[in-house]
């Protein structure tokens, strides 16, 4: 058992005289290594085995007086603990017994000093029983404690001074007539102390040599044979049920003894383990042909086409023949019934219309339709900005609130415009008109440059142009592509995705290639018109192509389905090869939309039966 802290703080000052008697000198390595095996609870072939590197021979002689320093510990504070103890009680007794006297005392002044006037003779007689009563468990207390005492020495050594205080309470019962029942110590039963002679024999006091037992370790098993064999002999000779003490025991009945029955040849059929070897081999062979059979019909989609033909109704009448009863109502009509042996009951000839369901994205919002004018209609438009524009420069300059503008002069308007100045100095007019041209073309282009958008603006004018607004609804649109191995066709679809801003998947099956893409509605368009239209999957253009294959000759794209969903469904588009019609499932199922594959192998088993 480990020991705390503190108790091992207190070892190390024994600790480290041990070590420097052992070796002669100190060493802190040494003590530390001790005091941690007896922190961590080690028995003495651990400790010796951990100290031995250290202490080499003298690890044994110096681990048996570690553990006897421990044990003295340990006894000293448990003794410390009880004689605290038994001294509390003593103390206790002690003033117990005092204020007995004491009460005595008071009550024998009381009785001689107040004579018969002040006291009734039987209410002394009451007074003293009570006294007296008292006195006497306070005496059998005491000798209760004594004779505990008795049974252990070392405490009765240790409270030798406060025990004859505290028999003067029990001469005085003694003066009184009262004696506490007498307790015989009892003898303390020590271990036989352990006596050798010269050659080292156990001897006892006499000088004889006694015979030790000693206790040799042993297997489990042998253990419990020993255990099962004391067992069976309880089991022989514990006895048997009385029969005759019984109410219906009848002696005249002879009771047989019990007989063990004779065992005799069980012999088996001639042939009946070549029996159980052929069964097992012919259903070793079905399982194998069955394996057979499911792979083969895996392969060529006989298994899927299979499935549909149990749910599609069976073709039992000819073309152009009305059947009596409908092949949805043969599952709970049978064929011979009739017409007028039905009944009727609950049947209107009212249509009964499905609940509508309410849209995943609220679309009870207004539409608010943009307006386009024609050209005519944008030039009068403008004519009209300008001409409001105008009339304020006009007003300000009528109010004096800024300069006439200059004349707008031109080569064209030259003479009209300047008159006699032209005519004057025709060159110097000529380069003032000209400057003023340069200035106002000058005055155009850096208004236009400010206007024009940097290159990030322009960038995020087109990704924002092409990023549509999902908020009233994801648009999807699934493809199914009979052969989709060519790489060049593989980009196409990829690039034009990614550039659109798409996304979705590609999962590529033999004969079932689906592709799913998720956005808006224009992108969708362009997507769409890229799949049915610009993409031409009957061509081969890489060489690896084989033209003789039919599923490369007569490939072709269907798109199966087109609707909206609240959100999307996928992260950017990817491809997936998928070898197995379970593990494409898996892969879609993961997305939450494994009715796409459900739909787009339904249709390609229903093509390919009809083909």
């Keep these: 058992m480990s020991l705390p802290k503190r108790e091992v703080e207190e070892l190390r000052p024994w600790v480290e005289r041990t070590v420097k008697k052992v070796l002669g000198f100190s060493e802190p390595t040494v003590v530390t290594a001790a005091l941690h095996c007896v922190g961590k609870g080690l028995d003495k072939r651990k400790t010796i085995d951990q100290l031995r590197p250290f202490l080499d021979d003298s690890a044994g002689g110096f681990v048996e007086r570690l553990f006897e320093a421990l044990e003295e510990s340990r006894s000293t504070r448990g003794n410390k603990g009880s004689g605290e103890k038994n001294r509390k009680r003593e103390l206790k007794i002690k003033q117990m017994m005092e204020a007995a006297t004491k009460q005595i005392e008071e009550r024998k002044k009381q009785l001689t000093a107040g004579g018969g006037s002040s006291i009734a003779p039987y209410q002394a007689a009451s007074f003293m029983n009570d006294a007296i009563e008292k006195a006497r468990k306070a005496a059998e ?18 409270l030798g001074n406060t025990g004859p205080q505290n028999f003067v309470a029990l001469a005085n019962l003694h003066a009184m007539g009262i004696a506490p029942p007498k307790v015989e110590p009892k003898e303390v039963n020590k271990p036989t102390p352990l006596i050798l002679d010269e050659k080292g024999r156990t001897v006892d006091a006499s000088g004889k040599e006694v015979e030790l037992t000693h206790r040799m370790p042993t297997l489990k098993a042998n253990i419990r044979a020993v255990k099962r064999e004391q067992f069976r002999q309880q089991l022989k000779e514990k006895p048997g049920d009385d029969l005759e003490s019984t109410s219906y025991f009848d002696q005249r009945v002879p009771v047989p003894p019990a007989q063990r029955a004779r065992r005799t040849f069980k012999f088996h059929d001639q042939g009946r383990f070549e029996k159980i070897a052929q069964r097992i081999r012919t259903k070793a062979q079905l399982e194998r042909l069955q394996n057979e059979i ?13 499935k549909l033909a149990l749910i599609a109704p069976k073709k039992e009448i000819g073309e152009g023949q009305v059947p009596n009863i409908e092949w949805w109502d043969s599952f709970i009509l049978n064929p011979d019934t009739k017409f007028e042996e039905l009944e009727l009951f609950g049947v209107t000839s009212l249509v009964e219309h499905p609940a509508q369901m309410s849209p995943p994205v609220d679309t009870d919002k207004p ?48 003479m009209r415009v300047l008159g006699t100045e032209a005519v004057q100095d025709p060159t110097k007019v000529e380069a003032h008109v000209r400057a003023q041209m340069a200035k106002r073309q000058k005055a155009h282009e850096e208004a236009n440059a400010a206007r024009k958008l940097t290159a990030e603006q322009r960038k995020e004018k087109k990704v924002k142009k092409l990023k549509e607004d999902l908020t009233n609804g994801v648009h999807i649109a699934v493809y199914r592509i009979r052969n989709l191995q060519n790489p060049s066709k593989k980009f196409k679809v990829e690039a034009n995705a990614n550039q659109l801003y798409l ?28 799949m049915m239209h610009r993409i031409k999957w009957e061509e081969h253009n890489s060489k690896r192509d084989d033209g003789d294959d039919d599923t490369k000759r007569n490939n072709k794209c269907w798109l199966i389905w087109e609707g909206t969903a609240k959100e999307r469904s996928y992260g950017e588009i990817k491809f997936k090869q998928c070898p197995t019609e379970s593990m494409a499932r898996e892969h879609f199922k993961k997305h939450g939309t494994e009715h796409y594959w459900d739909l787009a192998l339904s249709q390609s088993v229903l093509e390919t039966t009809d083909d």
């Design 294 to 306: 499911a792979q083969a019909a895996k392969k060529t989609g006989i298994q899927a086409s299979t």
């Design 141 to 158: 207390l005491q000798a209760r404690i004594q004779s505990q005492l008795a049974m252990k020495p070392g405490i009765l050594g240790a």
């Design 367 to 414: 539409v608010t339709l943009g307006v386009y004018l024609t050209k005519k209609e944008q030039k009068k438009l403008r004519r009209q900005t300008r001409r409001e524009g105008q009339k304020e420069l006009q007003e300000k300059v009528r109010l004096g609130l800024m300069p006439p503008p200059e004349p707008k002069v031109r080569i064209s308007n030259l």
């Design 503 to 530: 996304t979705g998947t590609v999962v590529l099956h033999k004969d079932v290639n689906i592709v799913v893409v998720e956005g808006g509605p224009k992108s969708q368009k362009k997507f769409k018109r890229l």
